[in-house]
């Protein structure tokens, strides 16, 4: 695959888990019922830890294409790191909405529960990607 193709794909990734996890946001808001003041420090809380990646790999993404360099076959390994700890990363955030969801008295414990988890993982997950987007 060409690093076109990584990146792409790379950035539906974080493009989809960031829509699923806003779309779980509103769930809770819209169907559920919570609060205004719960709602509104989640929607903050969800677009404070997507907002550095989302944004860094879609400016990579677009910057590239921009550029008109000629596509080469990417190493593997560094996309597959990118991939695998953006996995990661993304199915941690989501499981946690995804019990605020079930149990919408769980709220509060999901909210405390991203903000000690979530920053705790981007250690692993920034060098991943700056590795991936950062190769020549």
């Not at 404070?48 to 000629?70: D, E, M, W």
């Not at 990363?89 to 008295?105: E, G, R």
């Not at 000690?116 to 920034?126: G, H, T, V």
Request: proline share 4%; aromatic share 12%; glycine share 6%.
């Amino acid at each position: 695959m060409t690093r076109s193709g990584y990146r792409t794909s790379l950035s539906i990734v974080w493009i989809a888990c960031f829509s699923f996890a806003m779309c779980g946001a509103l769930y809770l808001r819209l169907v559920v019922g919570i609060g205004p003041n719960a709602s509104s420090e989640l929607f903050k809380l969800v677009t404070t830890q997507y907002a550095p990646y989302v944004g860094a790999i879609l400016g990579f993404h677009f910057a590239a294409k921009s550029s008109g360099r000629i596509e080469t076959r990417a190493k593997k390994l560094p996309y597959l790191l990118a991939l695998i700890t953006s996995g990661l990363w993304n199915l941690i955030m989501i499981s946690l909405l995804i019990q605020a969801c079930l149990n919408s008295d769980r709220t509060q414990d999901t909210l405390a529960d991203i903000r000690l988890i979530i920053p705790n993982l981007s250690w692993i997950l920034a060098p991943a990607i700056a590795f991936f987007f950062g190769q020549p």
